[in-house]
Nanobody
């Protein structure tokens, strides 16, 4: 399995931007569909965005569409999530996850990072 480590979280104000990074090791991230999911206290984990292996097709949750952008650099073995116009309701622990040759619509990921905290103050 590929190992994933997230970074880039922090405390920001509403309207600010953050860029989360997911660094992969152990294997090339090339054959993996990679997703970002988040979980706020007391809430279920929810899908945020995903990018498919080969071709880079992307999918976003309606709540972040137009504000967040997921991208990948297979040469750097990394996936990023650019988050703009952040809102307090975006506050959560953000997890990077990956599925080898995964379907862009699947949310059953086989590899997970440890998460990075994002807090947006109003």
């Amino acid at each position: 399995q590929v190992q994933l480590v997230e970074s880039g979280g922090g405390l920001v104000q509403a309207g600010d931007s953050l860029r989360l990074s997911c660094a992969a090791s152990g294997r090339s991230i090339g054959p993996y569909t990679v997703g970002w999911l988040r979980q706020a206290p007391g809430k279920l984990r929810e899908f945020v965005a995903a990018i498919r292996w080969s071709g880079g097709t992307t999918r976003y949750a309606d709540s972040v569409k137009g504000r967040f952008t997921i991208s990948r650099d297979d040469n750097e073995n990394a996936v990023t999530l650019q988050m703009n116009s952040l809102k307090p309701e975006d506050s959560a622990i953000y997890y990077c996850a990956a599925n080898r040759y995964g379907n862009i619509w699947s949310e059953n990921f086989e590899s997970w990072g440890q998460g990075t905290q994002v807090t947006v103050s109003s």
